[in-house]
């Protein structure tokens, strides 16, 4: 499948950015090769783990770092494009056949500021998401809205099980 079909656009990059640097980009710039960042996190009184983030585009490359062990996932659609949203099952589907059966993983609906341009309604993104049994939030990169609290509590799962 073409990967600049699937998901190209939602907002990984920036939702990185933002979380790691506190910056956005109005840019669209296709992510090449893989990128990731670091950012310590306080995750309880006293504790702050060291999170190393990846971004990345196509499969391939989304396998390697998968098989690598990755604890967590972002599985990232936009609020103002359906097609993103109805693309889902197929990344659940590749989480699920390349990463640990236990992966954590957070259903984000980004651009949550274009609420003018809806296309997804938080009901049924919930929906998906308890059948699924994700955890959801919408966020945007944008405003910032909820992406430092995403970020956050995808952390502080993955360390409550891990510890
Ligand atoms: P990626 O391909 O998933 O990594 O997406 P990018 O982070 O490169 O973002 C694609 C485009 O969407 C860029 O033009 C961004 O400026 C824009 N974008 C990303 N996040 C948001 C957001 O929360 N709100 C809005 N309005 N635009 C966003």
Redesign the pocket.
């Known amino acids: 499948m073409d990967d600049e079909m699937l998901?190209?656009?939602?907002?990984?990059?920036?939702?990185?950015?933002r979380f790691s640097r506190n910056e956005?980009?109005?840019?669209?710039?296709?992510?090449v090769g893989v990128e990731f960042a670091t950012r310590s996190v306080k995750v309880k009184d006293g504790i702050n783990i060291k999170a190393q983030i990846w971004?990345t585009?196509g499969q391939e490359r989304f396998r390697a770092i998968t098989a690598a062990g990755a604890t967590g996932a972002f599985l990232?659609y936009?609020i103002?494009k359906r097609q993103s949203f109805l693309n889902l099952d197929t990344w659940l589907k590749e989480i699920k056949d390349s990463a640990d059966a236990n992966i954590l993983i957070t259903l984000i609906g980004?651009?949550?500021?274009?609420k003018e341009k809806r296309e997804v309604t938080t009901e049924e993104a919930l929906a998906y998401a308890e059948k699924n049994n994700l955890s959801f939030m919408e966020?945007?990169?944008?405003?910032g809205e909820n992406v430092n609290l995403a970020f956050q509590q995808i952390l502080q799962q993955i360390y409550s099980i891990l510890s």
């Open positions: 998901d190209s656009g939602t907002g990984k990059t920036n939702l990185l950015s956005f980009s109005f840019e669209t710039k296709s992510t971004d585009a990232v936009e103002s980004n651009k949550s500021d274009l966020t945007s990169a944008l405003d």
